[in-house]
């Protein structure tokens, strides 16, 4: 994702109607963001003094800044441009390693890492950790992600898929409660434990985000995971729960 933020210093008129009616005249400096976000800051403080968050519609024109969401709107009017310019704005993260492509610095997100550098980014499945280590093949940066057990698998998926550590793992290891056929690792959006017999049998368990801790006393596996030690059926009360 290649984005930019626009910046504009200038002496402008502000006006704000919505939640609150505001009218303000300074030589402030004037964010736009790519999410449509627009920021007036002036001279002090951290917090704008006017502002629009996520706006459905900006429009930037020489004179103006309109952004309006539903019943909200922000205008800025420029008297006297300082400063326009445009430049590259990223999310920002923890570093995540180096790019083996650009050599540049990776950053992890939320939900991914990316590379501001060359603009490639890569998805992580949830509860995962970054690693120092990388991948031998491609140099990427690897990470760690429990399915029933850890593995540290390399960023690109192409080179060391998840579904298939697990599939070598787990495929046909437990038994469907209902019906006794062989539970085998799908994936449906994410990662299931599903009943062989499907359709007939419509059995089928998320896969947890955690290590497998033994047997529960129906029979099923036991996990632990973030937020507990857990039946691989949620529904199930396992015995052994922790006297702590
Ligand atoms: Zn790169
Ligand atoms: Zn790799
Ligand atoms: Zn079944
Ligand atoms: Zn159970």
Redesign the pocket.
């Given at each position: 994702m290649s984005e930019r933020v626009q910046i504009i210093a200038g002496r402008c008129t502000t006006v704000f109607e919505g939640t609150r009616e505001q009218e303000q005249h300074g030589d402030v400096i004037v964010l736009v963001k790519p999410d449509g976000t627009v920021l007036v800051h002036d001279a002090q403080g951290y917090q704008p003094v006017a502002w629009l968050t996520r706006a459905e519609a900006v429009t930037v024109t020489d004179e103006t800044i309109v952004a309006q969401d539903g019943e909200q709107s922000l205008e800025v009017t420029i008297e006297n441009v300082h400063l326009r310019e445009q430049y590259a704005a990223s999310d920002a993260g923890l570093p995540a390693g180096r790019?083996?492509?650009?050599?540049?610095q990776?950053v992890r997100t939320s939900g991914s890492v990316v590379?501001?550098?060359?603009?490639?980014s890569y998805s992580l499945p949830t509860g995962s950790t970054t690693l120092s280590t990388t991948c031998d093949d491609c140099g990427l940066p690897e990470f760690r992600v429990e399915r029933g057990d850890a593995f540290d698998l390399c960023l690109d998926p192409d080179c060391d898929p998840l579904d298939e550590r697990v599939r070598e793992r787990f495929d046909n290891v437990w038994d469907c409660p209902n019906c006794g056929g062989a539970l085998r690792v799908l994936r449906r959006g994410g990662l299931l434990l599903g009943c062989e017999n499907y359709p007939d049998c419509e059995t089928g368990f998320s896969f947890p985000a955690g290590e497998h801790a033994g047997e529960c006393s129906c029979g099923l596996p036991v996990f632990d995971t973030p937020s507990g030690r857990r039946c691989l059926d949620r529904a199930c009360e396992p015995e052994q729960k922790s006297e702590a």
């Open positions: 790019c083996p492509d650009c050599g540049g990776l590379c501001p550098g060359c603009d490639e």
